[in-house]
């Protein structure tokens, strides 16, 4: 935790940072599950298509200015835009505090922005890029262990911890949704999206019957994966109890908002939420009754 006479300044730095980073997140959550690049072409108003001016793009304040709308044909903008700036600014400033001016730090700023994006796309379109949950893992296993050398923690005992956590993480999950999957099968249940109409279940010898569940899919495994390549193996346990049960309570919220307690949600949001939860207030501490420190 940052503390000293240069502490104002980091965190008000960091912030900025994060609310700027924020509004590039925006543009990736809305363009990379559409396919589009995230480069070219710049920020452009989605309704008129006319190029945001730099001035017009300035992190939650522009929102403020322009009162919610565009500048050239008057269409409202969401309020979600500067509210993912605020939001990624937030946890920027909560990363800084936490682990203050370290090579760990910036790598976890990294990580609560990859979770952001996730959430947010399996929010709106219930997928998880690859791009994000295999990109994020691959991240966190090349760097979250050599970040932690600055800390004193030897190499090996790091990468050790990253690789057990990237596999118990999505290993507990795919396990879970393979059981689902047979016991729904033995069961008879049946389910509108799986198998598809006039599709057969899949077989032992087909890599769907390993890889296809209903109910959950391989990108919630692969984003549990990542998030066990930061945390470590305590930190996915940790994640998967936390986010089932946020889950629980947003998926019910969910279903009777819509007025129709089957109405698709996507688990990611809570896979985040329950993340973030133990980034900051590790609970296995208090499972080992050691207590947050």
């Given at each position: 935790?940052?503390?000293?006479?240069?502490?104002?300044?980091?965190?008000?730095?960091?912030?900025?940072?994060?609310?700027?980073?924020?509004?590039?997140?925006?543009?990736?959550?809305?363009?990379?599950?559409?396919?589009?690049?995230?480069?070219?072409?710049?920020?452009?108003?989605?309704?008129?298509?006319?190029?945001?001016?730099?001035?017009?793009?300035?992190?939650?304040?522009?929102?403020?200015?322009?009162?919610?709308?565009?500048?050239?044909?008057?269409?409202?903008?969401?309020?979600?835009?500067?509210?993912?700036?605020?939001?990624?600014?937030?946890?920027?400033?909560?990363?800084?505090?936490?682990?203050?001016?370290?090579?760990?730090?910036?790598?976890?700023?990294?990580?609560?922005?990859?979770?952001?994006?996730?959430?947010?796309?399996?929010?709106?379109?219930?997928?998880?890029?690859?791009?994000?949950?295999?990109?994020?893992?691959?991240?966190?296993?090349?760097?979250?262990?050599?970040?932690?050398?600055?800390?004193?923690?030897?190499?090996?005992?790091?990468?050790?911890?990253?690789?057990?956590?990237?596999?118990?993480?999505?290993?507990?999950?795919?396990?879970?949704?393979?059981?689902?999957?047979?016991?729904?099968?033995?069961?008879?249940?049946?389910?509108?999206?799986?198998?598809?109409?006039?599709?057969?279940?899949?077989?032992?010898?087909?890599?769907?019957?390993?890889?296809?569940?209903?109910?959950?899919?391989?990108?919630?495994?692969?984003?549990?994966?990542?998030?066990?390549?930061?945390?470590?193996?305590?930190?996915?346990?940790d994640t998967v109890?936390?986010?089932?049960?946020?889950?629980?309570?947003?998926?019910?919220?969910?279903?009777?908002?819509?007025?129709?307690?089957?109405?698709?949600?996507?688990?990611g949001p809570a896979?985040?939420?329950?993340?973030?939860?133990?980034?900051?207030?590790?609970?296995?501490?208090?499972?080992?009754?050691?207590?947050?420190?």
């Open positions: 935790m940052v503390e000293g006479v240069g502490s104002g300044f980091f965190f008000t730095a960091v912030i900025a940072f994060g609310l700027v980073v924020g509004s590039f997140l925006n543009v990736v959550i809305y363009r990379l599950p559409r396919g589009e690049s995230v480069v070219y072409p710049g920020s452009h108003c989605p309704a008129c298509g006319s190029a945001v001016k730099p001035w017009d793009n300035l992190p939650v304040l522009s929102y403020v200015f322009l009162r919610g709308r565009c500048r050239s044909c008057q269409s409202p903008i969401s309020l979600r835009y500067p509210a993912v700036e605020l939001l990624n600014g937030l946890l920027f400033g909560a990363v800084g505090w936490l682990f203050g001016p370290t090579w760990l730090g910036a790598v976890m700023l990294v990580f609560v922005a990859g979770l952001l994006v996730a959430a947010m796309v399996d929010f709106d379109h219930q997928i998880i890029p690859d791009s994000i949950s295999i990109g994020g893992c691959v991240f966190g296993l090349l760097f979250v262990p050599l970040a932690t050398l600055s800390l004193g923690v030897p190499y090996p005992a790091a990468l050790l911890s990253s690789g057990l956590g990237a596999l118990l993480g999505g290993g507990v999950l795919w396990l879970v949704a393979f059981l689902h999957a047979r016991i729904s099968v033995a069961l008879g249940r049946e389910y509108s999206h799986w198998p598809g109409e006039g599709e057969s279940l899949p077989r032992p010898t087909e890599a769907d019957y390993w890889l296809w569940f209903p109910g959950l899919g391989l990108g919630d495994v692969k984003l549990l994966a990542m998030i066990g390549a930061f945390l470590g193996p305590w930190g996915a346990l109890v936390a986010g089932s049960l946020i889950g629980l309570v947003a998926g019910g919220l969910w279903g009777i908002i819509q007025r129709n307690l089957n109405a698709p949600f996507g688990f896979l985040a939420c329950g993340a973030l939860l133990t980034l900051f207030f590790p609970l296995h501490l208090y499972w080992l009754g050691v207590g947050i420190p």
